[in-house]
């Protein structure tokens, strides 16, 4: 294995990781726009496969603050 092809590998993993954070917040803000509207748990359940509990604690409004000052945040480091 050379220094290049671990580089290669290195900057592969870093975006594969940027685009799984952008994809969960994606689905995330889609779960948060459902129970806005006001669809059941149990349909955004079906609909994403987490548990209710999970959806129940991704709508907590102290989790979505949280979560909204991380994104924020992101772009700082």
Do not use: F
Request: hydrophobic content about 40%; glycine content about 6%; overall charge positive.
């Amino acid at each position: 294995m050379d220094e290049g092809t671990l580089r290669q590998r290195a900057k592969a993993d870093k975006r594969a990781a940027a685009q799984r954070e952008s994809v969960r917040d994606a689905l995330i803000d889609a779960i948060w726009e459902a129970a806005d509207e006001h669809m059941p748990q149990v349909r955004i359940v079906a609909a994403v496969g987490l548990t209710r509990e999970r959806i129940r604690q991704l709508c907590d409004a102290d989790y979505r603050e949280r979560a909204m000052k991380r994104r924020g945040n992101r772009g700082q480091e």
